[in-house]
């Protein structure tokens, strides 16, 4: 049954999670479908980084470490995203960047299984989890191999010789998502450990870490989580594993006693080990709020409408640019896809450039694929409707076939 613009516009009316759009600085011309990419701004972050800059920084200056809580950020925050992915409270801390905490946990990882030598992990998969592991590789003397296979073949090549499993989620440039709790179960009967990257999954969909049994995990802050740009990011160490885990960073705040500035290096106890230096206040702060918001809503509720989203979208193009060389680069099937939707065409980063022009914020991915995020807090029916219709008039237009939109930017 085609959905016309007042079907959608019935839905959002219907839409129980609407209220939340009103409290995201939003442009009323602007149609936001990259907040898999970069989360959209609270309007109550301005506020809060006003407040920490001028009267915790500025009038209480260092004491603020302790008055305001500011050393206990990693672990307040940390737990706050336990709760939207499913983890046990005291195994979720906020540090660095996700890179660097790929770094802690892939080293930590090999180091629990010594007498193997792979990490496991897809060829599809984001290249920063590939590189660290390359990374790493060579710095351990080129003694472990990083073996790379296609996603649906990731679980019949977990053997005796895999040390680690290094997978994300949901897929950044396809939106596939793993069976978490599958993958890991396999792991496990293989004897190896799982590392699974959240960077397009929390916030966006209930997430069950400590029922699926997961040994590590990595995620940001700027996406779903609404942090803002470069917002730290989180790592998450199970309760079983903390005993044995050694974070190859030893930094001073990682230390059993920072402020006794002992000379030699002793792990503070249970998460607190993966702390490598000093946290970022105002950062933490502004990722605090988006979480906050994120804590509110129901994660049920918000993969229902992810999903709602995500068909309306695929039904419009069907519909509305059939003949126009658009192919569906994401899974057909609800249980297989995080929360966006991609196309590969030929032209893809001329036609994304032509969108955005007209208002229509996605974003591309190399080689050929146009990327659409939803963020369910904040993005309508009618936004999905509104997109796919300018979608069609640049396909029919011809108008992405400009040389400006052709001119590659840094940030694709």
């Known amino acids: 049954m085609t959905v016309t613009r007042a079907d959608a516009l019935a839905l959002d009316r219907a839409d129980k999670l609407a209220p939340f759009r009103d409290r995201f600085a939003l442009l009323d011309n602007v149609i936001y479908l990259d907040g898999n990419s970069l989360g959209a701004l609270p309007k109550a972050t301005p506020a809060r980084l006003a407040e920490l800059v001028t009267a915790e920084w500025g009038r209480d200056l260092i004491r603020s470490w302790n008055i305001h809580g500011w050393i ?9 995203i336990g709760r939207l992915i499913g983890a046990e409270p005291g195994s979720v801390v906020v540090a660095d960047s996700t890179s660097v905490n790929l ?15 792979v990490i496991l992990s897809e060829s599809e998969n984001f290249p920063t989890d590939l590189y660290i592991a390359q990374g790493l590789i060579a710095l351990l003397g080129d003694k472990h191999e990083l073996r790379l296979v296609a996603p649906d073949a990731v679980a019949g090549a977990i053997d005796g010789d895999v040390a680690l499993v290094l997978l994300t989620h949901v897929n950044y440039r396809s939106g596939r998502m793993h069976d978490m709790e599958e993958v890991t179960r396999l792991a496990h009967a293989a004897g190896a450990l799982i590392l699974w990257d959240l960077a397009h999954s929390a916030g966006a969909m209930p997430v069950d870490l400590a029922g699926s049994n997961a040994d590590f995990a990595v995620g940001c802050g700027y996406k779903y989580l609404n942090g803002g740009p470069g917002a730290p990011a989180f790592l998450y160490v199970a309760h079983r594993l903390q005993r044995v885990f050694h974070s190859p960073l030893t930094g001073w705040l990682g230390h059993a006693a920072p402020f006794a500035f002992d000379p030699h290096y002793r792990p503070a106890p249970g998460i607190a080990s993966a702390i490598v230096g000093t946290p970022p206040i105002l950062s933490l702060a502004a990722l605090e709020i988006g979480i906050d918001l994120a804590l509110e809503a ?24 059939a003949g126009f060389d658009l192919t569906l680069a994401s899974p057909s099937r609800d249980d297989e896809r995080g929360s966006q939707i991609c196309y590969a065409h030929p032209q893809g980063y001329a036609i994304m450039q032509a969108l955005i022009a007209r208002g229509v914020i996605g974003d591309f991915r190399a080689p050929d694929i146009l990327r659409f995020g939803f963020t369910p807090l904040y993005t309508r029916f009618v936004d999905v409707w509104d997109a796919v219709d300018t979608l069609r008039d640049v396909l029919a237009s011809g108008e992405w076939d400009q040389p400006a939109f052709k001119q590659r930017a840094a940030v694709t």
């Open 103 to 117: 770094f802690k946990l892939i080293a930590a990882a090999l180091r629990l299984r010594p007498e193997r030598r």
């Open 298 to 321: 129901d994660l049920a509720a918000v993969r229902k409408k992810s999903l709602a989203l995500a068909r309306l979208f695929v039904e419009r193009v069907t519909e509305s640019c």
């Open 72 to 80: 206990d950020l990693p672990f307040r925050v940390g737990d706050k």
